[in-house]
């Protein structure tokens, strides 16, 4: 459906301001409303909808003003704080998703227009999916339930749906606690509230020790602003990188030791570097069977809600076995064994 005049779409001079660009949409976007006008009207809808588009944008108005359509199918050119248009301006034709962005996201028919079917109450939305919001046809009901509502126009914009992102830290992070910076790019208003252009922020994200894998952290309205509606929040959740030498099981820090058959049986010290850089030395008397495990309270992982306090170290052992015995060594085994 070829648009030929913008303006004439909606009875507007070039001269013309924001609001009185807004005033002409709003009156004409309702009276061609095929929830009020009939199915008849969609196609005028959709021309006032995409009239609107162009002529409420900073950017494509300022090249429809000087080349027209044919300018605009060449793509607005980018400038500071703008995007370009890929491949050209094309109206995306969804005459619905500029009207729901226009009244923000809600009916503007609530409050004014009602039907009852044979199957009981609905509300007007139900030959083209309805508005953002609403189900389309009003679910049956029975004559003596109530009405189904639908909300008003007037409650607001709605909120965007979080943005959630893995934020991956080291153990030694989660061990010792830490800040991690991240910087976002994001879309924000500009002065006349309804362009928008890209803005860098730096985020702090403070990591208290002891918290887990999965925990997240929320950055409420950050996200992309725009006209009519509020900002996502940022949510970044925790993802432990796999460390080189301890595993994680809850608060507690899992360590596999290496030792040789003859400390297995006779005894020795071990030694771990924990995460915060300390040296222990773990005396391990025990003899060393394939089920064999040390533990060392209060070397594990601190607890979130008492970061004074930590789980255990679990020590496990892989013992090595030697290759080869002398016909001498195996006889001074055999001896050693039958003396126990």
Known sequence: MPVTDYYALLGLERKSDRDEIKKAYRKLALKYHPEKAGETSKEQFVKVSEAYDVLSDARRR???????????????????????????????????????????????????????????????????????????????????????????????????????????????????????????????????HVT??????????????????????TFPKEGDEGPNRIPADLVYIIRTTPHDIFKRQGDDLHYTAEVSLIKALTGSILDVETLDGRLLKIPVYEIVHPQFKKEVPGEGMPLSR???????????????????????????????????
């Open 62 to 192: 300022a090249v429809y003003d000087q080349s027209g359509l044919e300018g605009l199918s060449h793509g607005v050119p980018s400038r500071p704080g703008f995007e370009g248009y890929d491949g050209g301006y094309k109206y995306h034709g969804n005459a619905e998703e500029t009207f729901n962005e226009f009244f923000g996201g809600k009916n503007p028919y609530t409050d004014f227009f009602s039907v009852h079917t044979e199957t009981g109450p609905t509300v007007f939305g139900s030959k083209f999916g309805g508005l953002h919001g609403m189900a389309g046809t009003a679910p049956a009901a029975s004559r003596d339930s109530p009405a189904p509502t639908v909300p008003s126009h007037r409650d607001g914009p709605i909120q965007d749906s979080p943005v959630e992102t893995d934020l991956f830290v080291t153990l030694e992070e989660l061990y010792n606690g830490a800040v991690k910076r991240v910087k976002v790019s994001r879309r924000v208003l500009n002065e006349d």
């Open 196 to 217: 928008t252009s890209e803005d860098e922020k730096l985020l702090s994200i403070e990591i208290k020790k002891g918290w887990k894998d999965g925990t997240r952290v």
């Open 306 to 340: 008492n970061p004074n306090e930590r789980g255990k170290l679990v020590v496990t052992f892989k013992t090595t076995f030697p290759t080869y015995f002398s016909e001498a060594q195996k006889k001074a085994l055999k001896a050693a064994f039958a003396m126990s």
